[in-house]
């Protein structure tokens, strides 16, 4: 699978405090979960029920440049 490097690059530049970013292994997309809200409690449940299809994105406080 590739994936799109453009896509993960946004969402660590994009990551803020309650937010956290998720790459999909098996669909290659990037899942976004923001704590508090209800329509993120599906995707949060989701990628806990699968936790090993999906990666913890780093946020940009993680990255040294």
């Given at each position: 699978?590739?994936?799109?490097?453009?896509?993960?690059?946004?969402?660590?530049?994009?990551?803020?405090?309650?937010?956290?970013?998720?790459?999909?292994?098996?669909?290659?997309e990037?899942?976004?979960?923001?704590?508090?809200?209800?329509?993120?409690?599906?995707?949060?449940?989701?990628?806990?029920?699968?936790?090993?299809?999906?990666?913890r994105?780093?946020?940009?406080?993680?990255?040294?440049?």
């Amino acid at each position: 699978m590739q994936v799109k490097l453009s896509d993960i690059i946004e969402a660590i530049d994009f990551t803020d405090d309650g937010m956290t970013y998720y790459y999909n292994k098996k669909t290659g997309e990037v899942e976004l979960v923001v704590d508090g809200m209800a329509d993120d409690d599906a995707v949060a449940d989701e990628i806990e029920d699968n936790f090993d299809q999906y990666l913890r994105l780093p946020s940009h406080y993680e990255i040294n440049d």
